[in-house]
C-alpha cells in the first residue's frame, strides 16, 4: 500500500484567511482524492486531482473555493479559501492501489478550525 | 444517488462480547464495497475489499460478508484495541461512505 504524507496535520485560522494542505505519496499514482470530514460526519468527496489536467470536482464544491494543484505523480495540494468556521473539518487524500486500483488508501488528515 | 446506511451509530461492547455492524446500500453499479477502520485524529485504515455476493473475508478477529443489498462486519471476541469507529463505503465512479459505526469495547 502506499505512505501518504500530509502537512500540516492541523491548523487553526482566522475567518477569510486561506490554508494550503499538501499531500505527498511514496509512488506515482494517476489520481489523487480529496475528501472533507466534517465533525461526527462521513466523509466526502471535494474532488479528484489527476495530473496535467484540471481537477474534477464534485457536486456543491468549486474550484474557487477549493482549488487544486497536481504538479506531479506524487504530490498535489488543496487550498481552502476564504475560510469560514463552517469549513471546519478534516481534510484527507487518498490514493488509489490495491487490486484493479480499486482500494483507496488515505493519508492522516489535516485538522482545520476556522475561528 | 448512492446511499450507504450504517448501523447502529454507536455499540458499546464488553471485552470478548462478539457482535456484528450492518452496512446496507444502494448502488447502480457496484464495484467494490469496502470497510475502513478510523482512530480518533486519523485517517481511514483499509480493512477489506468485498466484490460480489457471498464472498467473505477475515482478519484477525474482524469478518466481513457481502450480500446484494448488505455488508457485515463481525467482531468475533473483541479486545479495548478494537475500539474504533468502522467505516463502510461502496464504489462506483466514486467512494460514497456511510456515517460509520463507533464501537467501544470495554475491558
Known amino acids: 500500500s502506499a505512505v501518504i504524507s500530509q502537512k500540516p496535520s492541523r491548523d487553526i485560522c482566522q475567518r477569510g484567511t486561506s490554508l494550503t494542505i499538501q499531500c505527498q505519496v511514496d509512488?506515482?499514482?494517476?489520481?489523487m482524492f480529496w475528501y472533507r470530514q466534517q465533525p461526527g460526519q462521513s466523509l466526502t468527496l471535494i474532488a479528484t486531482a489527476n495530473q496535467g489536467s484540471e481537477a474534477t470536482y464534485e457536486s456543491g464544491f468549486v474550484i474557487d473555493k477549493f482549488p487544486i494543484s497536481r504538479p506531479n505523480l506524487t504530490f498535489s495540494t488543496l487550498t481552502v479559501s476564504n475560510m469560514s468556521p463552517e469549513d471546519s473539518s478534516i481534510y484527507l487524500c487518498?490514493?488509489?492501489?490495491?487490486?484493479?486500483?480499486?482500494?483507496?488508501?488515505f493519508g492522516p488528515g489535516t485538522r482545520l478550525t476556522v475561528l | 444517488e448512492d446511499q450507504v446506511t450504517q448501523s447502529p451509530e454507536a455499540l458499546r461492547l464488553q471485552e470478548g462480547e462478539s457482535s456484528s455492524l450492518n452496512c446496507s446500500y444502494t448502488?447502480?453499479?457496484?464495484?467494490?464495497l469496502f470497510w475502513y477502520r478510523q482512530d480518533p485524529g486519523k485517517g481511514p485504515e483499509f480493512l477489506f475489499t468485498l466484490y460480489s455476493a457471498g464472498e467473505e473475508k477475515e482478519k484477525e478477529r474482524l469478518k466481513a460478508t457481502l450480500t446484494k443489498k448488505e455488508s457485515f462486519l463481525h467482531i468475533t471476541a473483541p479486545k479495548p484495541e478494537d475500539s474504533a469507529t468502522y467505516l463502510c463505503?461502496?464504489?462506483?465512479?466514486?467512494?460514497?461512505f456511510g456515517a460509520g459505526t463507533t464501537v467501544t469495547v470495554r475491558a
Open positions: 487518498s490514493v488509489p492501489s490495491g487490486r484493479g486500483y480499486n482500494e483507496q488508501f
Open positions: 463505503a461502496v464504489q462506483d465512479y466514486k467512494l460514497s
Open positions: 448502488v447502480s453499479g457496484l464495484r467494490g
Open positions: 509512488s506515482q499514482v494517476t489520481m
